[in-house]
Each structure stands twice: as structure tokens, then as C-alpha cells.
């Protein structure tokens, strides 16, 4: 994943993983019509997948040879509504087990908060 | 939500509303692979998605005129990897009061359950 | 876990296991002065104590010869509060994978639901 | 309860607030043998506490005449077990809205984060 593109999904939604480095990603995204809800704010989704999909940018540079990773659980929390402009999401791992990690991101426009994560990935080694 | 289109996002990932009743809704989606991740699986972000938007349109019957709500956070868990087929997802508010309502969804294939989300919404009085 | 007392701590806050199958298990409680919190209500962690120890009750019976388990996380919402009486908290496992195991639990005060919980555990082979 | 004792099972389990500011606490606690589950490790309950507990004091002072509040939901993740010593528990309020806030806990002990805890709280007003 962090060898290349984040894949349809996140493509289509606009996101694009900027940085990752070992147990850290960044990735950014601009609010466009589509990704809105019926009351014309950013759906939560959206914040969600750039959570989703920075949790596992930032874990892929742990991960030896042949290893894979999935997501077994993520908790987002919404502090402010988004209805327009950019988004930055970066993630951290904050502990990294044999066979789960715990992860947090942080989605922010400008100096704003507007939505926090924490999120257990699974580790699998064939 | 519960009397129109579910909005620009859930259009474009195929989500259908198809039946809401007073603490009670059912959406459906059909995999494609411009929903997949780069390991060929559904982005968790739009079983997120089918959550979400079950929860506001559970809760939707229940405001009273004026009223609105939004997502104050909601937790994913994923129990089974999907590729393909249909998805079912079934919400049901556990609680409403006045400001604050809890919400469980449910999504399942077939008989089996992949993932499964508790929330939090926010009851908004003018 | 199954097979003996729940612990020190459960001990301490009357927590009893009453009843233990394959992928569940029931626990009782009564409230106490000493559980309350300083507005007379039941102090969330306690109903937490609930769910945790009964999460690691009902998976205890799947684990093999050495294995062991241990709480990744779990999330806990909260319905209606408690000031008195007794409790009841019925915990099955969703899903049980090799390394990883999702629990819900329902803590209930006769016939309401008073609190629910989703959880993720790890479980360790030697 | 920034004012007073923390409460009869605050008290009982050996937590003390030690710092209160607007939008912030800091509580301590002594890992004792009755804290321990039956792994004689500390019990995943008591660590909740730390946090709940720390939430209600962190939002306290920014409640006005009247007001109270309650836990909403909570989701703890354990990054490392506790079988002794000391803990301390910082935990800051990220977003305070007018009857919804979100806070955020960090349970370390020395230098390490051992759990970390994401909550919401209602805020009523009479």
C-alpha cells in the first residue's frame, strides 16, 4: 500500500496518501459535492476512509515479507462538521504487537480538529 | 433522509435505503470493485458507510419538526472479509432521549455477519 | 477463567460468573454504596468490570491447552443509569478467529438495557 | 467533583484526582493486589476507571451553575499489561460542544502508554 496507489475506492474518493513513514502516514483529500450527505456536509464516511486507509499506510513498513494486515476495528469520533476545502488526515501506530497494532489518526482542516480515531489492525503471517 | 435520496456519497456507492421504520432501517449495496481496497476487498469505509447512514435514517423518524441530528461517533468491527455479493445492513436505535441516541447496525451477507457498529447521534433542538 | 474465581477485583465488587458455555457466559452483580459514584450512580466501570470479565469468561472455553487471552479493547455505551438493585450482563463471542476474537456484551436491570459493549481480544499461543 | 472526593468506588479502588484545569485532568494510582484479575495482572476495569473518572473531573469546571454530566460511551485499547507500580492518567477534553463533549485519555505508566481512551460525555442542562 504504500508502495502504491491506495486502491479504487480510496482513488474515487479523491485521496491520496502523501507521506508514510515507518508508523506514521499522511494523506489528504478536498471535499467535492459527491462526497456530501443530504444535509450538505462531508459525509462521515469520507473521514473515516482516510482514517481506514492511513491506519494501513502507516502500519505497511512494519510488515516483513509476506505478511498482511486488516482492520479489526476503528472508532471515529466527529468534533466538527465539514462542508467544504482540504482535509489532512495523519495517523500514528502507538504500539505494534506480534499479531495486532493500535493505531490513531487525527483528520484536520486547517488547525482544526474535526475528527479523531483510534483503531486495532490484525497482523497475519502466512 | 428518510423521505428522499440518501445524498451525493451514498448515491455514488450504491446504497439504497430500502425500508425505515419509527427506531428501525435496512440498507442494501452491491459490491463493485470501484468499492474494493488494493487487496481486492471492500473498503471498510463503505460497510462504515451502509452504518452511518442506517443510523440517521433510524433516527430520522423520531425528530420532531426543526429537529436534526448528525453522527457524534460510531465504532466498526469486522468480522469477515468481503469481495463480492450483496449487503444487508440492518440498524436499530437501542436508545433516544432527548439530545443523544444510541444506535447498533448490523451487516450481514447472506446469513453471516462481517461487520458490526455501535453509535452515537446527536438530537439538535432550534 | 471459567474454571475459577473470577479474580481479586472481581471479588471486590461482588461481580459473580453464574453460568459459562462455549461462546457466552452470564454474570450477576448488586449494587452497592461502595460502587456508587459521587453523584449516587453506579460508577461506569463498574458495569465496564461486567463486560470485560464476562468477555474473557465466555471466550475461555474455546482456548486450547496453553493458550491464553488478554483484552485488545472495548468499547462501552451507556443507556440508562443504575443507582440500586441488580444486574445482569450476558456477553457472546461474534466471531472467533486464530489470533483475534470480537465479544458483545448486554448489561441489563430486569427487563432494560442499561448498558452494551463490543470488544476485541487477542489470544496468545505459546 | 473537582471540588470533592471522586467517590466511593474512585476511593475504594486507590484513585486520586491530583490536578484539575479547565479541560484537563491528571489522576494517579497504586497497583494493589486486589486490583489484579486472575492472571495477576491489573484488572482492564480499574484502568477504565482511571479514565472515566478522569473525564468527569477534566469536564467539571466547565460546567455551569446547575449543569451535570454523564458518560455517554467510552472505548479503552490496551497497548501494554500492568502488574505493579504506579499509574497516571492525563486526560484532556478535545471538543466541548453545548451538550455533547468528546475527551480523550492517556494511562501511562513511567514513560510508556499502557491504555488510551477515547469518550463522549452529555452535558445537561436543567
Not at 443530504?38 to 482514517?51: E, F, I, K, R, S
Not at 493500535?102 to 486495532?120: C, F, I, K, N, Y
Request: glycine share 12%; charged share 20%; with cysteine.
Amino acid at each position: 500500500m504504500s508502495d502504491g496507489p491506495p486502491g479504487a475506492f480510496a482513488d474515487g474518493i479523491g485521496l491520496t496518501i502523501t507521506d508514510v513513514e515507518p508508523g506514521y502516514s499522511r494523506g489528504t483529500l478536498s471535499v467535492t459535492e459527491d462526497l456530501l450527505n443530504p444535509n450538505d456536509v462531508l459525509h462521515g464516511a469520507v473521514t473515516y476512509a482516510m482514517a481506514d486507509t492511513g491506519m494501513g499506510a502507516a502500519l505497511q513498513p512494519s510488515l516483513e515479507d509476506g505478511q498482511s494486515c486488516a482492520t479489526v476495528e476503528i472508532k471515529m469520533s466527529y468534533m466538527e462538521p465539514v462542508r467544504d476545502g482540504d482535509l489532512v488526515c495523519e495517523t500514528t501506530v502507538t504500539r505494534r504487537g506480534g499479531s495486532v497494532a493500535h493505531l490513531e489518526s487525527a483528520v484536520r482542516q486547517g488547525g482544526t480538529l474535526v475528527a479523531r480515531a483510534t483503531g486495532t489492525f490484525s497482523i497475519f503471517t502466512p
